[in-house]
């Protein structure tokens, strides 16, 4: 159970799968295994190693990282945020700063393909594969030139792509989408399941501005709709495996669909990589499962591990709809005579990076399995350098779960960031190299463990066979526990900072954060407290924490880390939860999505909270970071009930004052805000407005005063009272760069 939230959709989410025993394992591993990187990798960890002792008491040079990676944005000097802190505020509306205007361009069931009809909003609307899907999350921007053509400049036409995450549920039913709220017992209706199956997935859209005004173009030759049911490849070491064979894909190559698709990154050769990140909820386990399955099956474990135990309900309810595969796919139960009867293996064909090309709508995506199979937020990519690999970084968003790093074999060509077939250049950098997962050590260092068979660990792993690289694809999880990696406070967005090449992840809280047993407090997740919210009281990281990595080079085998942020309360005690010294101008809770601007270097970081909202909806902060080691080593302790104490050291960035970081933005009530992308000049920023009105009671359809949210209809945005998920695009109203 929840304590740190009381949102509905955590019914689906922040799973805790992880019982991994694995802090046990870390005493005898860690000695072998560092001895292990060290030899494998050479100089960069000499380097590393030798900085890690003093940057964290205060290394101003900032080591390696800062000599040796990116380049700060040569647009600004990141002085200062020019613009006025926007109050916490619990109010149905987008607030941003004086000077700037933030307005609807794309909101839930708008038509983009010829033959979708203007969006009623009364759900009787059909034909979700032409709209908009639902959950707007994660985006990337596509630059057009004039003509129509791929540009990396061009700022006034492009293409934006979006993941449509999930929906606003209750009781198996996506209820704004059905007239009467929909079904709310199985079996599901079809007709209800047939449009629940098109408003999840991916959407591709073209948009332009014409003196200074947004829009979107419907039946742009560029638009498109992924949802569950597109077909899509598999690639890397998974493709193939016997473990992706179903009644649809006979051969383990072909799969279908992406669902539950969060954040996103964007590849240095110009394509869309989305992460589909809760999709185990969407299954069904029949109750008797694991006895037809048969003792011993390593798909027990495996299922376990990903969060279906037997007897798993469903999300949805989408397997009780009809006898068609595009229902019976989610029961993840055995029912045939073998796998290419049935079901059982459909959920191992979710949980990857997928790659698309939007600038080619005609082309399937692509599953990148050798960047593995997680609750996958989004991956960023740190910058490409010619001769080196391709670096990217990714967390996986369940409570104790990990972060990761996939390392391309092949090293960078220049001309692959214009080449004209970009998923081919996705197939060379992303279909082979290795995977590592982190593990953060007490003095402020840590380690990048290796996941393939070439790790012994791995290969001789007593508690999971893993028999090849395609095992440790589909069930990467296990390979980590195999490891010891660290534990942490529910990984979401990963980000890398443009001006000194750092990486940033956000925990974005963990109500299992206990003093002591397998979640106890450590270095780099060393708060658990008390907060009350309305008179309920939750325990754990409550609000959340930001953690901050600096590496010689990408591919480094070691980091140095530190904690960029603690989100807490302003009022919070100073000593032991409110450590980045908030105030009311820059206070929050549960960060999670966190983009550099590209443009400016500003660091944009926003909230999905349910901890803090009884003061403030979620909302979108502005920061101008420093580096690993710009504060101080902190100690945090704790009573036990027994008497006995316990101290934790960390290691906080420096103190926050207004001149560097600041709310920028708060959204409407029930919404989370997520997905940031903008033009290449800074100018416009383009920010989702997820599922507004959350908390809204399924019994209330009908009865408008009863949502908890009219927005955007409220802003004078499209047809009908049902609050629906929207991209809003903000500019400066003199035209300037945002923030700057
Ligand atoms: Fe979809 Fe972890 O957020
Ligand atoms: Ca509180
Ligand atoms: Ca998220
Ligand atoms: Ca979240």
Known sequence: M??????????????????????????????RLSRRNILRSGVGVVGALALGGTALTGCATGGVAGSTMGSAPASTNLGALAFAAVPKSLEDVVSVPAGYRAEVLYALGDPIMAGAAAFKNDGTDT?????????????????????????????TRGIIAMNHEATTDEKLSSFFLHADGGSSTLPRKAAEVDKELLIHGISVIEVEAQAGKWSYKAGSAFNRRVTTMTEAAMHGPARGSEHLITRYSLDGAKVRGTLNNCGTGKTPWGTYASGEENWFGYFARDAKDDDKLGKNNKAITALNRYGRRAGAASRHGWESAGPGDQYMRWNNSVIGASARDDFRNEMNTFGYIVEIDPYKPMQALRKRSALGRLGHENVTFAKAVVGQPIVGYMGDDSRGEYIYKFVSEARWIAADANADDRLAVGDKYLDKGTLFVAKFKQDGTGEWIELSMKNPVVAANPDFEFKSDADVAIFTRLAADAVGATKMDRPEWAGVNPRNGEVYITLTNNSNRTVDGEMAVDAANPRMYKDMKAGKEAVGNVNGHIVRLAHGQPADSTFRWDVYLFASEAGADKGQVNLSNLTDANDLSSPDGLVFSQATGICWIETDDGAYTDQTNCMLMAAIPGRVGDGA?????????????????????????EASFKRFLVGPKGAEITGWCETPDGKAMFVNIQHPGENTKMAAIGDPAKYESQWPANAGYGAGKRPRSATVVITKVDGGQIGT
């Open 2 to 31: 929840d304590h740190s939230t009381d949102r509905p959709s955590d019914i689906f989410n922040n799973e805790d799968s992880n019982t991994s025993t694995n802090v046990h394992f870390d005493a005898v591993l860690s000695a």
């Open 127 to 155: 034909d979700f594969d032409k709209r908009a899907g639902d959950h707007h999350d994660g985006m990337e921007w596509f630059s057009l030139d004039a003509s129509g053509k791929p540009s990396n400049s061009y700022g």
């Open 633 to 657: 080593k902190k100690t945090l302790s704790y009573k036990r009930s027994d008497g006995s104490s316990k101290t934790v050291d960390t290691y906080v960035g420096k103190a926050q004052s």
